[in-house]
Antibody, heavy 123, light 107 residues
Framework: EVQLVQSGAEVKKPGESLKISCKGS????????IGWVRQMPGKGLEWMGI????????RYSPSFQGQVTISADRSITTAYLQWSSLKASDTAMYHC????????????????WGQGTMVTVSS | DIQMTQSPSSLSASVGDRVTITCQAS??????LNWYQQKPGKAPKLLIY???DLETGVPSRFSGSGSGTDFTFTISSLQPEDIATYYC?????????FGQGTKLEIK
């Protein structure tokens, strides 16, 4: 079964660092782009960026460039989203999702989604 | 960034009704448009890709059409399990952008 399994919910204080994960299984991890999507409480979906685990090519949304770091470890088929200094405004559900095809380049639909990781940042 | 304007933002309909949601792009995106369904507390689910192609396993009551800047998503006969929020997404230009969502409720 193709699936993405995300790490569990996190509660952090402003200024702390955080790295959340998204483990892929059931498919060739290095062949499909994986993206991250933010959903603030009660709000819509925001595309943050994507990574191609095959060569670690990354594309960020300008809105998130410099605010987060996307990475992947091919050896353990896991993608990551990290913050060096969290803010209260980072409180949100974060979804990872896989591109539908292995030939669409960075432009494609997301067909497989993780269950989401809730990040709460509060003093 | 390409702006996606989705309407209506909310919609109340009866079981069996035909439901239509529209999405307008701020520039020509050809057919690079997807539709997702998100139920409360769940991850989004891909329903339609490339504007009109039905994802495998998705019921045929869901359909999509359009190209260029104007797109339509239709549920031909609303079922109780279709209660959700629906989003369009363009993937012609990075960053991908989503519409603001349409919350569908049963009347």
């Amino acid at each position: 079964e193709v699936q993405l399994v995300q790490s569990g919910a996190e509660v952090k204080k402003p200024g702390e660092s955080l790295k959340i994960s998204c483990k892929g299984s059931g498919y060739s991890f290095t062949s499909y782009w994986i993206g991250w999507v933010r959903q603030m409480p009660g709000k819509g979906l925001e595309w943050m960026g994507i990574i191609y685990p095959g060569d670690s090519e990354i594309r960020y949304s300008p809105s998130f460039q410099g605010q987060v770091t996307i990475s992947a470890d091919r050896s353990i088929t896991t993608a990551y989203l990290q913050w060096s200094s969290l803010k209260a405004s980072d409180t949100a559900m974060y979804h990872c999702a896989r591109h539908r095809t292995d030939f669409g380049g960075p432009h494609d639909a997301f067909d497989i989604w993780g269950q989401g990781t809730m990040v709460t940042v509060s003093s | 960034d390409i702006q996606m304007t989705q309407s209506p933002s909310s919609l109340s309909a009866s079981v069996g009704d035909r439901v239509t949601i529209t999405c307008q792009a701020s520039q020509d995106i050809s057919n690079y448009l997807n539709w997702y369904q998100q139920k409360p507390g769940k991850a989004p689910k891909l329903l339609i890709y490339d504007a009109s192609d039905l994802e495998t396993g998705v019921p045929s009551r869901f359909s999509g059409s359009g190209s260029g800047t104007d797109f339509t998503f239709t549920i031909s006969s609303l079922q109780p399990e279709d209660i959700a929020t629906y989003y369009c997404q363009q993937y012609d230009n990075l960053p991908d952008t989503f519409g603001q969502g349409t919350k569908l409720e049963i009347k």
